[in-house]
Each structure stands twice: as C-alpha cells, then as structure tokens.
C-alpha cells in the first residue's frame, strides 16, 4: 500500500497546537530538521515535545524550545542547550527527566502494546519516587509505564512509496522504537524510491508503521 | 605525568582483548588511547554502533555519525549500527564488560552520583543510570578531589545516580575497589598513605598487598 507523499509544510499542518510529538535524533543525529523548520514557520505552541534531547542551540529541536513553542519536555539529557535550562529554571518549562534506557524502553513498550516493564535502572534515585517497586529473584526493580505520543516525526535515510524506511549508520536511534508508539507517523526522507527498489532485508521500519513521507534534500 | 593522563592509563589495564566497553566523557574517553601492547577492545556508543573509532578530520566528518555526546565520530570496520532500544539492551542486558564514568561524588557503600547539582543548571542523566545497572564492572575514573575537596566520601550528598553499583575507583592518588569494603588497593606515584586519607573523607582499609599504581 502505498503511503502518502506530502510537503514539510503539509505535515507541520497536520499537528495541532498543544499536540504531543516524538521527535527521533540523538543530539540531531537522525532529526527531522526539515518539518521541524516547518513547524516554527507554522508558530505552532503548546507542544509536548518528546525527544532524547534539546540538540545545541540553533539546531534543529533546539529551536522548538528557543522559539517558545514547547510548553512541556520529555527528554534523558538536555544539558548542551542552555536556552532549555534558562526556560526550566525560569519554570516556563514543565519537563520530566528520563534515563535514556527507559525512555526508548518507554516508548518501544507503548508501540509493542504492553502495560509497562521493570527495570533497574534508576533504584533508590530520584527517578524511583512515587513508582512501584518489584523484588524479582532478589533484585529490585522499578514498574516503569509505556509512553506515546499522538504523533512522531522522523527522519531516515531512504524509504520506497510504500513506507518502507532505512536508516543510515548512527540515524537509527530513537526513530525505530517512535515509529511504533505514536497515532501519525511522519517521516522526513532523504532519498524516496519506488516500490521493489528497497530491499526487504534492508528495512528497518517497516511501512504498516508509517502514515507520511516527507521528501527532504541531502541536508543535515 | 598529569593526574588525568595517570588515571587514564591505569584504567586501560582493566581491559582484556576483545572486551565491549562503555567510555562516559571526559577521563574515560582517554582510555582509549592507553591500551596495553596487544590489547583491542571494542566501543560501545549508547545513541547506537559499535565500534566507535577515532574522531574524524576536520572536513571528513559524516553527519550521520555522532558519539553520544554529540560530536562527530566514525565507525570501525567489525561495527555495527543499532537502535537505541537495542544499544540499551545490551547495556541493561549485562553485555558490556565495563563502563567507565566520570563522578561527582562516590561512597564508602559504593553509591555514584554524577548527573545533578541541585540549584545548578538542569542537565539529565542520559544514559548513566542505565549503564552503572547493567555494565558487568563499573569503574570511576576521576580526580581525587574537585578544587581541594574530597569526591570520594562516607555518603554522597547529590542526587544519586545509582546504589551500589560502584566496583572501582580510579584516581591519580590510586586505585580502590569494594570487594571487602571500600578498600586500597593500589598507591600513586608521588603520594603517601597520609595524602590520600587527607584528601579522603570516606573510611578505607589499605590492602596487605598495597602495590604501586599499574600504568
């Protein structure tokens, strides 16, 4: 079945103000840069914005927070975007702190239709308050709940007309686990070929997934 | 030799060929560039290869490739690109041999904290309460003390990363670990008994077999 092609513009038209978005990259790396330039030319607000990071200053997330469009922030580390700490501190910005193990975890269980997991990471921190604790075989662990988003905006590297994305070298990231977990899937492409011309065993988000493709230039 | 460049090269003699290791940023970073004759380990890089080579030239970097701090890096030939979900597998999953982290502040009990100051600029743990969980040896290197002050103390005062997952302790004044309590195992060049327990708040027992520091 093949998906449908749109503009980044079309796409940042899709999402509402106040909508929850997954946004895929670690730090940019395998960001969606284009639709999120799209978004701030949208002046979308009230975003929740889920995302590994808050990426450098200028670059791509990065400028959602600098632009003031996300209301509330769910990352693992945002510590080289100042402007993110400034907004946080000044509590413009409602934010929750996830290790990074447990919020792709997160996010791979709320696309896998579980209930949650448990994991160790995080006991006797911060991170374990108000969660319940599991003793199993003699380790604790914490119940950690799935995560979803209304949408997800991702970014690869090729994709054929049936939805089919590849990602290249460290792009994969976030992008696999975000596909599966949000009602829209929408992915900014850099090469979009037609069907038969991306090999089964090269696919690494199968097209059931995804909803649009976002044609981009070789940009990073 | 600096105390940075010491600690590197002491933790480097941790690893044995073929291990799969997680280096934080910083000291451990360093590591890489000490390995003993013979020695080849492979790096693990958390936002998603194996395999993690040298930072490329200026001009030659791929975007597409960044360590997980965000800076450009490359890909080894023998590595292999993964998924965030799986790159945390193999961390919580016990897969690496070690992970190597900086610290604020360790403990006599082996408690880590080294993501936040209260007051201070917000950060985020990223991927270092995931890895002191699942990493098979969890080694700290650092300075013995942050401006005059002792980081390795009775019982961290920061938000802690994680509780007793700490197995040794590597610093310029030498090395410890906690297979009978907080002990020393190893002195620094340069330093003596006196120094360290004056630069030490935590209590420690010294090893019968106290050597000098391996380098």
Redesign the interface.
Known sequence: MPVSIISAKDAADLIPDGATVMFGG?????GPKTVVDSLIEAGKKNLTLIC??TG?PGVGVAKLIENHMVSSLK??????N?E??RQ??AQELE?E?I????F??RI?AGGAGLGGFL?????????AEGKQVFNILGRDYLLELPLKAEFAILRG?MADKAGNIY???????????MATAADTVIAEIENIVEIGELDPDMV?TPGIFVDYLVPVGGE? | MKPKELIARRVAQEFHNGDFVNLGIGIPTLVANYLPEGVSITLH?????LGMGPAPEEGSE?????NA??QP?S?LPGGA?????T??AI??GGHLRATVLGALQVDEEG?LANWMIPGK??????????LV??ARQVIIAMEHTAKGKPKILKKCTL?????KEVDLIVTEMGVFDYRQGLTLREIGPDVSLDDIRGATEASFEVSNDLKPMLT
Request: hydrophobic share 40%; with cysteine; charged share 15%.
């Open positions: 670690f730090m940019n790396c395998g590994n990071d450098l990352a693992t580390h945002v510590g080289l100042p993110t700490g946080i501190n934010f702190l290790p990074q193990g447990t792709v975890e791979r994991t160790p990471s995080g006991v006797g921190t911060t991170v590297n990602y290249r070298r460290a792009t994969r990231n976030f992008n696999v686990a690494m990073k | 890089a958390e936002n998603g290869f791929d975007p597409d490739i960044v701090g965000g890096s890909i690109s993964i998924d965030s979900a790159s945390f961390i919580r408690n600029m917000v950060s985020g743990m990223g991927g270092a309460m995931d969980v699942g938000p802690l990363t994680a509780v």
